[in-house]
């Protein structure tokens, strides 16, 4: 019997030829897009730390704002962080559910109907609308009837976080298997069951890690929070009467100003919410990776 020559092995994946040079001129300039980008967020981010560390501490986050003279050191950004908290949490209640279920309308029920594409059109011109005229909007609407409050602050804010929900929401349940929802029918399940109980739980990763982007892209509007809950120097507990601070604004009011303590309270303030911001990131990706090791 004769021999049988062993063939070598191609990997047909490598591009050969003009594919392999667009293929590595497609490569060096993702890399070059990567430095382009990365350089100036790592000055701001030194920038940011190198000027508001040295004033970051527990007293900062709890003590009250003091008047713009006082110097650095003296008082801190607690009304504000409360603010921040409290008007983000609001939003975050209202916008949340409302997109979840916007979504789940969108890929489980609409279909091709006039209404579900009416719904992702608003959508997607929502999500290019400038956050200083939903705050305009929100300021004509509802503040010029029923004054400054961090209700108004919750519904700009919300407005902003609706379109993000909807979107990430709905890109989620559409990677959800037919298969799974096919099963359950020929279970003989009811839709509004599947969509609970089968569809919810397979997508729930990738929409909380939505949602939780968009309240970190929420609380560091400024633009929004202007024109809704003006700017206090006191805490507000009352989130639905009278005017509120946030640390956004307080960073706009004192960053303005000539007095080193004012600045430094600045500088302090926008670390803080980009700690905040920094956080509720690594929350989603831990989210994010938690459901997908349950799922395999």
Known sequence: ??????????????????????????TVAMYLAFVVVIVPLGFVLYTVIAKGASIISWSFLTSPIPVNVAPPGVGGMGPAVLGTIEITALATAIAVPLGVLGAIYLNEYGGRGPLARFIAFMADVMTGVPSIIMGLFIFTIWVLHFGYSGLAGAFALGCLMLPIVIQSSHEMLKLVPNSL???????????????????????????????????????GETAPLLFTILTVTTANPNVFSGANTALSTEIFANADQPFLGAQARGWGAALTLVAIAFILMIAARLVTARFARYQH
Do not use: C, F, H
């Open 1 to 26: 019997m004769a021999a049988v020559t062993a063939q070598p092995q191609v990997d047909l994946r490598e591009p050969k030829g003009w594919r392999r040079t667009r293929n590595r001129a497609a």
């Open 181 to 219: 929802r096919e099963a359950s029918y020929a279970l003989g399940a009811t839709k509004a069951r599947v969509t609970v109980t089968v569809v919810l739980p397979a997508a729930i990763g990738g929409i909380v890690s939505g949602s939780l982007l968009a309240v970190a892209r929420a609380a």
